[in-house]
């Protein structure tokens, strides 16, 4: 996983594949089978941001997808209101459909790139965003995601995220690569687990665990909290 590769997917690409995958990703057993401890790392990252915002009321949900992320929090905080981001229309609408039938707050959808987000400032108890970030290419991107998301969170409210990670060391990356690829052998054999490593390597830019808690720091949370890390795959968070 080279985060220096010039040869990425653009947006455009990205949200057609997106566009075309919306009843995979309305499953909340399969959506994200490719992720390793995706239902465990969904349930600890709801159930941290219940623990730390138990009287929340605005959610953010960056590239929510089909909204599976939503649905869990909503299951542990009752009638959010909740703003969807995601690339692809579709997603959206799917994830507005399911999202209304579990909530009596408001439902608004933003169809953008992420790094267009105009958000209010201090506005958002809790912001989740799973398997999107690693689309993030240069680190001026990184940086200004971040700093938008401190500059939305009122105060004391707090981001979780569950993202595919990188590694600083080369050495250290070659061995969860081969984990990895062993596990995806078990999904769907050799021509599978080729398939997701060679879109890995066209759509995805992932930082390491370290470079993104450094990161959260540096734009001015002063707490910052690892849920669960298994090789390839995070869950972790801050508190403003």
């Not at 909530?103 to 809790?126: S, W, Y």
């Not at 993202?163 to 050799?190: N, W």
């Not at 808690?213 to 690892?226: D, N």
Request: glycine fraction near 6%.
């Amino acid at each position: 996983m080279n985060p220096h590769n010039t040869q990425k997917a653009t947006i455009e690409e990205i949200r057609s594949r997106f566009d075309e995958d919306v009843e995979r990703f309305s499953n909340l057993e399969t959506g994200q089978q490719t992720t390793i401890d995706a239902p465990l790392t969904m349930e600890l990252c709801t159930e941290a941001a219940k623990y730390i915002n138990p009287e929340a009321k605005e959610l953010l949900d960056i590239g929510c997808g089909a909204g599976n992320y939503t649905l869990k929090m909503l299951s542990k905080i009752a009638n959010l209101n909740c703003t969807l981001n995601d690339l692809s229309l579709p997603m959206l609408e799917k994830a507005k459909e399911r999202i209304l039938a579990q909530t009596t707050g408001r439902v608004n959808l933003i169809q953008d790139d992420m790094l267009n987000l105009n958000l209010p400032a201090e506005h958002f108890d809790i912001i989740l965003s799973a398997a999107a970030f690693h689309h993030l290419r240069s680190d001026a991107d990184w940086e200004l995601m971040f700093t938008k998301i401190y500059r939305a969170l009122k105060p004391g409210g707090s981001i979780w995220i569950s993202d595919l990670i990188a590694h600083d060391s080369p050495l250290v990356d070659q061995l969860f690569r081969k984990q990895y690829g062993a596990y995806l052998e078990t999904l769907g054999g050799p021509e599978y687990r080729q398939k997701v490593f060679d879109y890995i390597a066209y759509e995805d830019t992932p930082r390491s665990l370290n470079y993104q808690l450094s990161l959260l720091h540096k734009v001015g949370f002063t707490v910052t909290e690892v849920l669960h890390k298994n090789g390839y795959f995070a869950a972790f968070g801050a508190i403003k």
